[in-house]
């Protein structure tokens, strides 16, 4: 890690949140938000310099991630989702500080992950890991299997031995043969480096397990058999998963609870079932409309509503509310006040000035509003 | 929706028996056998299919862009023109006039140092007699209609000024310049996020609507495909495996590899405790299993499967068919769940 982060120190060594710190110290929890979280991740903001000119100097920077927070229970899987560029990747390096957050806390357990010192860090990856988008490009060409799945246990002083055992153990737990150890990661299908991805997060035993779009490289029928052997293997060791992926009804199916992003901040964090069925803010909403659905008959039933333009760019986010010139309900506050992550049911939290009620769809909103909205007419 | 009303129409495009073969160093690799389909004038065709099932490939082979060192069979019929037996000069007049391509990347697809205006104009002028002048005042027209906003000023600005949903606008715009009777689009929306996805599919669907033409949509997508085909064509492994009305390949399919892909995917709207997924992995064009590619993954497959490549069958519904030696039994186990 080369760049030093420009981090604010005064409270480098408290982790006492205080006790408007946010919503999710309040209290109150959800059905699904059981016992100690695990982790717990409080404003965590990452901006990458945009530097110009002969001298580098620094002229703006890229908000990636700004003042997100939420926590991590045990045994679940908190998907995150939203648009490229919203920041979801950035939000999982910088919780393994892949990526050196800006400033915010990241804790685990009672350590605060933001302020372990490189020999520490170190010794916090065993218990948190990330398996990798590409799983061409996360596997390195000139290492055979069991040296890319043993290299977590070498570093971390496992015996030859063992470790040779483990490794084979282990590409037998991810569905793959003990003596593929011996091959090198061009001898294997997409599908079967995520297998190894895989196999090499869990060589560790870790806690949490950040997946970045660990499906999405793949083709649907290899899909399904990798979200399968996730959804085992969480079972069997107790895993807590962060689970980012752009794919709705990928996300929904592996999620306990979802967070939104947008451009950089969360819209919306609750449980899959209220998320999918009472989404309140409208950004929510406008997404799931969009998701073309494998069905030929609701297709054609669905009112689909189009949001206008395009996500603007993370260097110079609009004021107020990020979503507000994309909105089909904003109001004038809306373009002025940005809106604190708050809990309006409990376990469900919305950044939202006027969020939508339970039952409340976006089309109704807007005819109340007075407002036009684009509906697909096909 | 208009198609087997019962008077048939002479189909725009007629492929019977095509078959695409790239040289390599180890033989010959078929990335499309025997492929037979035709497609109505207005109706929306789409083509899914895995990476490697051949969906792309057959389209390259259409419009004549396959490299060099490839082999080609059957017959391609376009509106009375064979296209396989066209010269090079003859495919060109064809080519952005009466068939138009709309690509997955359109960074890639487009020039990076023409104006996006200049690129529109280039296939206006290139088909037709009207002058630059003319020709750029459509280009904006074009631009305007598929909604990219202030499309004066955008005409004189370059791809990379466009982000991925504008450019993807803009190709559409290109690929309508010369009112094409076919539009192909091979994994439009691939690149998008999903909310640029739906408006970018309903700059689709209006093109296709007022320009009356008919659409070839390849995609890996089944809910796009829900959303937007009169017909349905499933490719596995160089092969049609099932071939259809959108409703019956999604509500009636009678072959194991649809079922089983229309099982893998996760739904939006109701949660599977498991996904049922495919075991293995799809074959090797340059060694494919005897008889049926699929069979070594199909959880229906019998010995019998291996002994020859099953022919695609007819069924019941006009225009439905499966390639399954099991297409019988699949059809005695539909109506047992219903």
């Known amino acids: ?378 | 929706m208009t198609y087997s009303n019962g008077s048939t129409p002479p189909p725009l495009l007629a492929v019977d028996d095509l078959s695409v073969g790239f040289h390599n160093r180890e033989g010959v690799v078929r990335a499309v056998s025997n492929v037979s389909f035709e497609i109505n004038p207005g109706e929306v065709l789409a083509v899914v299919g895995e990476s490697g099932s051949g969906k792309s490939v057959t389209a390259l082979a259409l419009m004549q862009l396959h490299p060099r060192n490839t082999e080609i069979t059957g017959d391609v019929i376009f509106d009375g023109m064979d296209l396989l037996s066209m010269e090079d000069e003859e495919m060109r007049s064809i080519r952005g006039r009466d068939i138009a391509m709309i690509f997955q990347d359109p960074m890639t697809a487009m020039n990076p140092v023409f104006s996006v205006g200049d690129q529109i104009v280039e296939s206006i002028v290139l088909h037709s007699d009207i002058n630059k002048k003319e020709a750029w005042n459509k280009a904006v027209d074009l631009l305007a209609s598929v909604g990219v906003p202030e499309p004066k000023r955008r005409a004189s600005q370059y791809p990379h000024e466009y982000s991925g949903g504008m450019r993807q606008r803009a190709m559409i715009a290109m690929a309508i310049a010369n009112d094409p009777k076919l539009l192909i689009a091979d994994e439009p929306t691939t690149a998008l996020d999903v909310t640029v996805q739906a408006q970018v599919m309903e700059v689709l669907y209006e093109v296709q609507e007022q320009t009356g033409s008919a659409m070839m949509l390849i995609t890996h997508d089944l809910g796009l495909v829900a959303g937007a085909a009169d017909r349905v064509q499933v490719m596995y492994a160089s092969r049609l495996m099932e071939t259809g009305g959108v409703d019956d390949v999604f509500y009636r399919s009678r072959n194991p590899y649809t079922r089983a892909l229309l099982d893998s995917i996760p739904d939006l709207e109701t949660v599977k405790e498991t996904l049922n997924s495919i075991p293995g992995n799809p074959p090797s064009l340059a060694h494919p299993p005897p008889g049926c590619a699929f069979a070594p993954r199909c959880s229906m497959a019998i010995p019998d499967c291996a002994e020859g490549v099953p022919d695609l069958v007819a069924l019941d519904e006009p225009g439905h068919a499966s390639r399954c030696i099991r297409t019988a039994d699949i059809e005695v186990a539909v109506e047992a769940t219903v």
């Open chain 1, 1 to 378: 890690m080369t760049d030093t982060p420009d981090r604010d120190d005064t409270d480098r060594n408290s982790i006492d949140l205080g006790a408007d710190a946010s919503p999710f110290d309040s209290g109150a929890v959800s059905t699904l938000e059981v016992g100690e979280p695990l982790l717990r991740v409080r404003n965590l903001v990452k901006e990458f310099p945009i530097r110009a000119g002969v001298f580098r100097r620094q002229v703006g920077s890229v908000k990636a991630v700004s003042d997100v927070s939420f926590n991590l229970f045990p045994d679940e899987t908190l998907g995150v989702v939203g648009e490229s560029g919203c920041g979801k990747s950035t939000l999982g390096r910088s919780l393994l500080r892949l990526i050196e957050p800006t400033s915010g806390t990241v804790t685990f357990g009672d350590e605060d992950v933001t302020l372990a010192g490189r020999r520490r860090l170190q010794q916090l990856r065993s218990d948190l890991q990330m398996v990798f988008q590409d799983p061409y490009a996360s596997l390195n060409p000139r290492l055979p299997i069991r040296d890319i799945v043993g290299e977590p246990m070498r570093i971390h002083g496992v015996s030859r031995k063992e470790a040779k055992e483990r490794v084979g153990d282990l590409l037998n737990r991810v569905g793959l043969l003990a003596e593929h150890g011996n091959r090198y990661p061009h001898e294997f299908s997409g599908g079967q480096r995520q297998r190894i991805g895989i196999a090499r997060s869990l060589a560790l035993r870790p806690k949490v397990i950040v997946l970045d779009e660990p499906v999405s490289a793949l083709d649907v029928s290899i899909q399904a058999q990798v979200l399968n052997l996730l959804d085992e293997l969480q079972d069997e060791f107790d895993l807590s998963y962060i689970f980012i992926a752009h794919d709705l009804s990928v996300v929904r199916h592996t999620s306990d609870r979802i967070a939104v992003m947008y451009l950089g901040r969360l819209a919306e964090v609750t449980d899959r079932t209220t998320l999918y069925d009472e989404p309140a803010h409208p950004y929510t909403q406008s997404l799931l409309s969009a998701v073309p659905v494998a069905d030929p008959k609701r297709e054609r039933e669905r009112k689909r509503i189009i949001l206008q333009g395009d996500v603007p760019s993370p260097a110079n986010p609009p004021k107020g509310c990020r979503f507000h010139p994309r909105c089909p309900v904003a109001k004038d506050k809306c373009s002025v006040e940005t809106p604190e992550l708050t809990e309006i049911t409990p376990g469900h939290y919305v950044s939202c000035h006027y969020p939508l009620i339970a039952g409340e769809t976006l089309l109704d909103r807007t005819r109340t509003l007075g407002r036009n909205v684009d509906i697909a007419h096909h």
